[in-house]
């Protein structure tokens, strides 16, 4: 099953039928500078394998993004559609990755570990040379890539995590995290209904937390975005697509917040966030592959994605988006998302 939350897949049909768990990333070395795992950073050495679906690994693929690794890290995407055997790359040609030559992300996995026990799951940085997995810990690569990769970071590159912020960025980003981020997974496959209204409860406890907290500031932590707020985009930014009306969070609505709609709009407007936010594949993917809960496989054709680029006014709370840095450059040609995929 595609236990999306963490993109992992042992049959579909069960989500919603058992109790939702969070798998731990079973693969966590770590690429840092001085190599300590044994895995140096290194410029064209390694593969990030995303799903534009799923939430944690579209926050590599927007860190990756804004800190202008396009070239250091090439980036392989996945159809969001996958099936038993794990996610799939027939969104290439001859549905084979062009540069790992392998058909599906458990072929790394398996180049890694022989009958590794766990689940495939994306964000993944793969080793080109060996094909075997290096990491696939989610809440750990990015922070790497904002700390261990700078040597390859672009000229103008954000501070996404700021030493003399970090305490209050994981106070802020671990609620976020259980109550939100995890919190709408626990509501969406929850067994029974004590079960789904705690976490319902919990989702939307913290949902007016966030927007009291972003009513009189741009952005989380700070004057500038910093790996917090790519945290938080991206469970907002999949809101009312799918959360609201497939996991049952439905309270109301990402629209109906003043605040938190002009500050999802702010962030997608923002380069390197929208730019990496394909509807399609997210809306399909659930809707498509968690047939325990949809079993019917319908894909909704709402809700209405013009607003995302409409004006939010969120300027004029101050703040620099990218600190003392500038915006990435446009996205390369071959990453681009299809004109079809966007509002």
């Known amino acids: 099953m595609s236990r999306e939350g963490d993109g992992t897949t042992d049959g579909n049909e069960k989500y919603g039928k058992k109790p939702f768990k969070r798998s731990k990333s079973h693969f966590a070395d770590r690429i840092t500078a001085d190599g300590a795992d044994g895995w140096p950073v290194e410029a064209g050495r390694y593969r990030l394998v995303i799903s534009r679906a799923c939430p944690w690994a579209s926050r590599a693929a927007i860190s990756r993004r804004l800190l202008g690794l396009e070239d250091a890290l090439s980036l392989a995407v996945t159809d969001p559609l996958q099936d038993e055997r794990s996610w799939r790359f027939t969104l290439d040609p001859d549905g084979k990755d062009p540069v790992l030559g392998i058909r599906y992300l458990h072929e790394a996995y398996d180049a890694r570990e022989t009958d590794y026990p766990g689940g495939v799951s994306v964000p993944a940085v793969v080793d080109v040379p060996s094909g075997q997995l290096v990491t696939n810990d989610f809440q750990q690569i990015t922070l790497d890539l904002a700390t261990e990769w700078t040597a390859l970071h672009r000229p103008g590159a954000p501070d996404l995590y700021p030493q003399e912020l970090r305490e209050e960025m994981h106070e802020v980003m671990d609620g976020v995290y259980r109550d939100l981020n995890n919190g709408v997974y626990r509501a969406g496959f929850a ?14 406890r913290r949902l007016g937390l966030l927007s009291e907290r972003l009513a009189g500031r741009r952005y989380l ?13 991206t469970t907002l930014v999949r809101f009312d697509a799918v959360y609201h009306g497939h996991f049952k969070c439905n309270r109301h609505k990402l629209t ?3 605040v938190l709609w002009a500050y999802a709009r702010d962030l997608y407007q923002t380069p390197g966030f929208g730019d990496t936010v394909d509807f399609d594949h997210i809306k399909r993917h659930y809707y498509e592959v968690h047939t325990g809960v ?35 450059p446009p996205v390369p040609p071959e990453e681009a998302v299809p004109a079809a995929h966007r509002p």
């Open 191 to 204: 067994t029974g209904q004590a079960e789904y209204e705690a976490a319902f409860g919990d989702v939307f």
């Open 221 to 233: 932590v700070g004057e500038s975005i910093t790996e917090a707020d790519i945290r938080l985009f």
């Open 256 to 258: 109906e917040d003043p």
């Open 294 to 328: 949809n079993p019917t496989g319908i894909v909704p054709c709402g809700p209405d994605l013009s607003g995302w680029t409409s004006l939010h006014h969120r300027e004029q709370l101050g703040g620099r988006p990218f600190g003392d840095g500038t915006p990435p």
